[in-house]
Every structure is written in structure tokens, then in C-alpha cells.
């Protein structure tokens, strides 16, 4: 019953924002589009792309680095792949990773700190002040929010008592936490149902959404910053990531 009254009222602000937003269009230049192949076959969450269907997704790579000091950035390589059926998004991250570097476990702490994927997504075209964010670390540590984007003086605001239903799978290739060997990467595989989204309307083919995927890569424990990668560029890091109206689309394309 809350985490239905904490998505009624979401959607109540997020219907006014989209008022707003007729007149007051917040993003700037054209959109980059991802094509998101649909699925009949049967999905099993397990962290590997086993399922024959991932061949028809497309396959992007972050090519956006940032970091929150001087240091130098780690670029190493993310590819990304998403598809939908009538009841979910499915979500594949490929990292390469010579450091698998994890410190929290506990439910909506900080996995971004870790090696992590991060998803933002707002069921609607324009990029609103608002999206739904999840961020999972290579433990499975989640933290997964309704974030509304410099909503009080310019200060962004994360409700932390959405707790959405989705599933996720993880597979590693090296030790973890341990800075003196070279590790090969990780994966992960996320199931994100639509009924987790509150009361937008469900996706047919040809509907169009707002989106952001993210890489976090920690590679030393004692490290305090990370590097970012991003699918979309976003205009100054200082502000983080979550700059809404950097959002790319994705497009829901039927099973061909």
C-alpha cells in the first residue's frame, strides 16, 4: 500500500511537470534514439546472454568518461544491450574490469561508490525532472529510488521509499577486492517489470521513453573517487549524472 500511494503521488508530480514541459521543453538539440528489440522467448536472469533473442539487441558502448578529481580517468570498456516483452526491460551490462572492487552490501546504501550499473528511465518522451534510478552493485547491493532532479533550491530530491520489484544476476571474471592482481570484468543481466513503474502507461511499439545507462568503476579500495562512464553525454559532471535533460530516447521496436 505505501510503495502504491509513493508511485500515485509521483505520477501526480510528474503529470504537472509534464504540463510545464509543453511550453518549457528541456531538451536541447536531438535526442540520440536506442532501439530496444523485443523478445518472445523466455528470459532467465542468470548474468550470461545464453538466450538466443540478446543477438537481436543492439549493442552501444559508454564512450563518456568523467571523474570527480584531478586524477586520471580509467576508460575501460562497457557495452550495453536492452530488450522488452509484454511485461519487462531487460538490461545486460559487459564491463571490462582489472580491479572488481566492492564495499557495500546493505539494501539502498551506496553501491554507487562500487563497481556498479546504474539505469534511469522516465516512461514518457520529454525529459522531465523526474526519473525512476537504479544503481546495483557487483554484489547485488541495490539502491533504487524516485529521484526529482534540482527540485528544492536547486537540490535534488531522492525518494528512497520506492522500492521497485526487479531482478538481477551478476557474474565475475577475477577476485574481488583485492587490488594486487588483474582481474577480466563482470557482467549483469536486470529485469525491470513495468508494473514497477507506477501508473504510465505501458510501452506498445513505436513508443518512445527517456533514458540514461551508467557505469561506476572503482578499481582501489581506499580510493575516495571513481570514474563514470556514461551511454549519453551530459553537460558538466560537477552537476552528477542524473541531468534529465541529457536523457537519450529509446524506442520500442516490435518482434520482426
Same mark, same amino acid.
Given at each position: 500500500? =505505501?510503495?502504491?500511494?509513493?508511485?500515485?503521488?509521483?505520477?501526480? =508530480?510528474?503529470?504537472?511537470?509534464?504540463?510545464?514541459?509543453?511550453?518549457?521543453? %528541456?531538451?536541447?538539440?536531438?535526442?540520440?534514439?536506442?532501439?530496444?528489440?523485443?523478445?518472445?522467448?523466455?528470459?532467465? =536472469?542468470?548474468?550470461?546472454? @545464453?538466450?538466443?533473442?540478446?543477438?537481436?539487441?543492439?549493442?552501444?558502448?559508454?564512450?563518456?568518461?568523467?571523474?570527480?578529481?584531478?586524477? *586520471?580517468?580509467?576508460?575501460?570498456?562497457?557495452?550495453?544491450?536492452?530488450?522488452?516483452?509484454?511485461?519487462?526491460?531487460?538490461?545486460?551490462?559487459?564491463?571490462?574490469?582489472?580491479?572488481?572492487?566492492?564495499?557495500?552490501?546493505?539494501? @539502498?546504501?551506496? *553501491?554507487?561508490?562500487?563497481?556498479?550499473?546504474?539505469?534511469?528511465? %522516465?516512461?514518457?518522451?520529454?525529459?522531465?525532472?523526474?526519473? /525512476?534510478?537504479?544503481?546495483?552493485?557487483?554484489?547485488?547491493?541495490?539502491?533504487? #529510488?524516485?529521484?526529482?532532479?534540482? #527540485?528544492?533550491?536547486?537540490?535534488?530530491? /531522492?525518494?528512497?521509499?520506492?522500492?521497485?520489484? /526487479?531482478?538481477?544476476?551478476?557474474?565475475?571474471?577475477?577476485?574481488?577486492?583485492?587490488?594486487?592482481?588483474?582481474?577480466?570484468?563482470?557482467?549483469?543481466?536486470?529485469?525491470?517489470?513495468?508494473?514497477?513503474?507506477?501508473?504510465?502507461?505501458?510501452?506498445?511499439?513505436?513508443?518512445?521513453?527517456?533514458?540514461?545507462?551508467?557505469?561506476?568503476?572503482?578499481?582501489?579500495?581506499?580510493?575516495?573517487?571513481?570514474?563514470?562512464?556514461?551511454?549519453?553525454?551530459?553537460? @558538466?559532471?560537477?552537476?552528477?549524472?542524473?541531468? *534529465?535533460?541529457?536523457?537519450? %530516447?529509446?524506442? /520500442?521496436?516490435?518482434?520482426?
Amino acid at each position: 500500500m =505505501i510503495r502504491k500511494l509513493i508511485l500515485s503521488a509521483a505520477f501526480c =508530480i510528474a503529470t504537472s511537470f509534464a504540463i510545464y514541459a509543453q511550453t518549457h521543453k %528541456l531538451v536541447i538539440g536531438e535526442q540520440p534514439l536506442y532501439k530496444v528489440a523485443k523478445t518472445t522467448e523466455p528470459m532467465t =536472469i542468470d548474468g550470461k546472454m @545464453d538466450e538466443a533473442a540478446w543477438k537481436d539487441a543492439q549493442e552501444v558502448s559508454f564512450d563518456y568518461f568523467y571523474r570527480g578529481d584531478n586524477k *586520471p580517468m580509467d576508460k575501460q570498456k562497457t557495452k550495453f544491450r536492452m530488450m522488452w516483452d509484454n511485461a519487462n526491460m531487460y538490461l545486460f551490462y559487459t564491463a571490462q574490469d582489472t580491479s572488481l572492487t566492492f564495499r557495500e552490501t546493505k539494501p @539502498d546504501g551506496r *553501491p554507487y561508490l562500487d563497481d556498479c550499473a546504474e539505469f534511469f528511465v %522516465l516512461p514518457v518522451p520529454d525529459s522531465l525532472n523526474m526519473h /525512476f534510478g537504479f544503481e546495483i552493485n557487483i554484489a547485488k547491493a541495490a539502491y533504487d #529510488y524516485i529521484m526529482f532532479w534540482q #527540485y528544492v533550491n536547486k537540490q535534488n530530491i /531522492f525518494v528512497k521509499q520506492y522500492n521497485a520489484e /526487479f531482478k538481477v544476476a551478476v557474474t565475475t571474471d577475477g577476485t574481488i577486492n583485492n587490488d594486487k592482481d588483474k582481474d577480466k570484468g563482470w557482467t549483469m543481466e536486470i529485469a525491470i517489470p513495468f508494473s514497477s513503474l507506477g501508473n504510465f502507461q505501458r510501452p506498445r511499439a513505436g513508443a518512445k521513453w527517456a533514458f540514461q545507462a551508467v557505469r561506476q568503476d572503482r578499481n582501489l579500495l581506499d580510493d575516495r573517487f571513481r570514474s563514470t562512464a556514461t551511454l549519453f553525454p551530459i553537460y @558538466d559532471a560537477r552537476l552528477d549524472v542524473h541531468q *534529465p535533460n541529457r536523457f537519450g %530516447l529509446m524506442e /520500442f521496436e516490435d518482434k520482426k
